[in-house]
T-cell receptor, first 111, second 116 residues
């Protein structure tokens, strides 16, 4: 079992719709959770982080964390073509607090 | 410039040569991470430093790889006797950990290595 799992996609949504991206993790002791956006040929850009169970909203983005079920999700409201990118889920865990990344979900927003 | 910087941005080398990359983190950040990313994969952890101490090194990292952060500021990553399998994007990230949270990592633009 991979430490951090994501569906590779592509996930296609029409412009203006809600995009829902999901991630599961294996280490129950994981402490912190991050979502990064990565455009092709560019480095990852941090868009959300969440430490506690529940929802965290920032503009059009909402991160949701459920530690009991070991999943974290990212909702993007009013999706725009500029949101088309790969979204990486990252999890911090372990005594040395290493961050492990999933392989990413490719999102395509269709105009 | 308040972001993470990396040099060079691109490096083409012949198999068997040594290469060295540099990363300058965000100035007040105490943690510095190195990752490797290949096409279609997420960043793969290589090693990280808290100040000048190297706290963890990936088991996947062979003895040909070495990293330093001598004064707790910039870091270098050296690959000796490069192989074609070393071709990848090498990413550096920094964070300000241990100050009421702050585990969020911010990435530099990366160094793309091509081994011919």
């Amino acid at each position: 079992q991979k430490e951090v799992e994501q569906n590779s996609g592509p996930l296609s949504v029409p412009e203006g719709a809600i995009a829902s991206l999901n991630c599961t993790y294996s280490d129950r002791g994981s402490q912190s959770f991050f979502w990064y956006r990565q455009y092709s040929g560019k480095s990852p850009e941090l868009i959300m982080f969440i430490y506690s169970n529940g929802d965290k909203e920032d503009g059009r983005f909402t991160a949701q964390l459920n530690k009991a079920s070991q999943y974290v999700s990212l909702l993007i409201r009013d999706s725009q073509p500029s949101d088309s990118a790969t979204y990486l889920c990252a999890v911090l865990s372990g005594g040395y607090q290493k961050v492990t990344f999933g392989t990413g979900t490719k999102l395509q927003v269709i105009p | 410039d308040t972001g993470v910087s990396q040099n060079p941005r691109h490096k083409i080398t012949k198999r068997g040569q040594n290469v060295t990359f540099r990363c300058d983190p965000i100035s007040e950040h105490n943690r510095l991470y190195w990752y490797r990313q290949t096409l279609g994969q997420g960043p793969e952890f290589l090693t990280y430093f808290q100040n000048e101490a190297q706290l963890e090194k990936s088991r996947l990292l062979s003895d040909r790889f070495s990293a330093e952060r001598p004064k707790g500021s910039f870091s270098t990553l050296e690959i000796q006797r490069t192989e074609q399998g070393d071709s990848a994007m090498y990413l550096c990230a920094s964070s300000l950990a241990g100050h009421g949270g702050g585990y969020e990592q911010y990435f530099g633009p990366g160094t793309r290595l091509t081994v011919t």
